[in-house]
């Protein structure tokens, strides 16, 4: 059966974040992505969100460059070719190299049209029985460590279940360490977005003592070697999280030793096909997976989701409720997580409505294409 599209609409929208976000590597204050629509001609839409950043820091993609490649390749790939089931985008984006997060915008509306065009939850379509998935938050750097052990509290008071930390060098050791002293049991973990090298070895052992689920992408964003070394190094799990952009990069990591969790992001590895691929070869492997996040609005939130309904996401996500990102969300009834859950729709696809007005309101620029 073909998934036939008659017409890709591609909106690109600019939201204020509620709170700015900082990393290792700077401030966050507005996340400016593309919002896909793949209609049939049938009255059904699928959507899809890219999640690339406005700068390349966290990987080289940026909004600019997913609308080249969407405008300039994909789309046309698309045009051109029947797809019959969404696993076979993927395979005819092999034609275009990496800009995996350019793809998955897409590749996500084509997986949701056809989701609703069988009458499925998203979720089903992947294979995912969940009905309620765990979520945590990811903390980003605070203005001091009052600040920090205060939001602490508040996600611990509301129910998260797991607590990433962002750290870097000079705010890392003694931050988690007060952390740990005041919340003793406290899920928490730490991301580092690449802010070290193997010279820092002595001082990521301290990590240790700290009781941490596990650190995230320590070293280089491309590396699985100096990560084996750490790994072998240090009692703390490692977490890879930019390193793993495919099926074959995880593979490498996981035969190399150089993680013991991997952090899907459907964006950094092109999409909910090669997700679930990852997903399933951690499942034969017994590495645990946990699906991060990337400041999503609403469409990407519930593609995230989605995929966190399969049986190998043994640990919390990113996904937190719509609230702590967004004054208001694109999309209807807004994400809400009680006591660390979010409940998984039953609805056709990604099982939310868009929110058209507030979707207006955040639109900068829109195009069409026929197909
Ligand atoms: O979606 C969220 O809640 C934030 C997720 C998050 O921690 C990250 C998103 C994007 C880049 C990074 O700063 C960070 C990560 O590396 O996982
Ligand atoms: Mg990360």
């Not at 939201?15 to 009255?43: C, I, N, Q, V, Y």
Request: charged share 30%; glycine share 8%; proline share 5%.
């Amino acid at each position: 059966m073909v998934v036939p599209i008659r017409e890709i609409n591609m909106k690109r929208l600019r939201m204020r974040l509620k709170h700015p976000f900082a990393t290792s590597f700077g401030t966050m204050e507005h996340k400016e992505f593309f919002l896909l629509e793949a209609k049939d001609g049938e009255g059904n839409s699928g959507f899809g969100e890219s999640a690339a950043f406005t700068e390349p820091w966290y990987t080289e993609e940026t909004v600019e460059t997913t609308r080249h490649m969407l405008e300039d390749f994909l789309i046309p790939i698309l045009q051109k070719n029947q797809v019959h089931h969404p696993d076979e985008v993927t395979e005819l984006f092999r034609a275009v190299r990496r800009n995996n997060m350019a793809k998955a915008a897409i590749e996500g509306a084509v997986w949701d049209l056809s989701a609703k065009r069988e009458g499925l939850p998203l979720s089903r379509a992947l294979g995912g029985e969940k009905r309620k998935i765990d979520v945590g938050v990811s903390i980003g750097i605070q203005p001091s460590v009052k600040d920090t052990l205060d939001v602490v509290e508040r996600y611990l008071r509301e129910g998260y279940k797991r607590l990433k930390l962002k750290i870097k060098p000079g705010w890392d050791i003694d931050v988690l360490r007060e952390v740990r002293r005041c919340f003793p049991e406290a899920p928490i973990m730490a991301d580092a977005n690449s802010a070290y090298t193997l010279e820092d070895i002595d001082h990521l052992r301290q990590l240790d003592d700290l009781e941490l689920l596990m650190v995230e992408q320590p070293l280089g964003a491309d590396d699985i070697i100096d990560h084996a070394n750490l790994q072998a190094a240090i009692r703390t799990p490692i977490c890879l999280d930019e390193s793993i952009t495919s099926l074959e990069d995880a593979t490498k990591a996981v035969e190399l030793g150089s993680c013991k969790v991997v952090n899907l992001k459907i964006s950094r590895v092109g999409g909910l096909t090669e997700a679930r691929r990852i997903h399933d070869y951690c499942q034969e492997q017994g590495i645990a997976v946990w699906c991060g996040g990337m400041l999503e609005a609403g469409v990407g939130r519930a593609h995230n989701i989605a995929l966190t309904t399969l049986p190998q996401f043994v640990l919390p996500g990113d996904t937190s409720g719509s609230s702590r990102y967004w004054e208001k969300d694109i999309i209807q009834p807004e994400v809400t997580a009680t006591d660390g859950e979010i409940v998984v729709p039953e609805q056709p696809g990604i099982g939310f409505q868009l929110d058209e007005e507030a979707v207006r309101s955040f639109t900068v620029e829109e195009k069409t294409f026929d197909f």
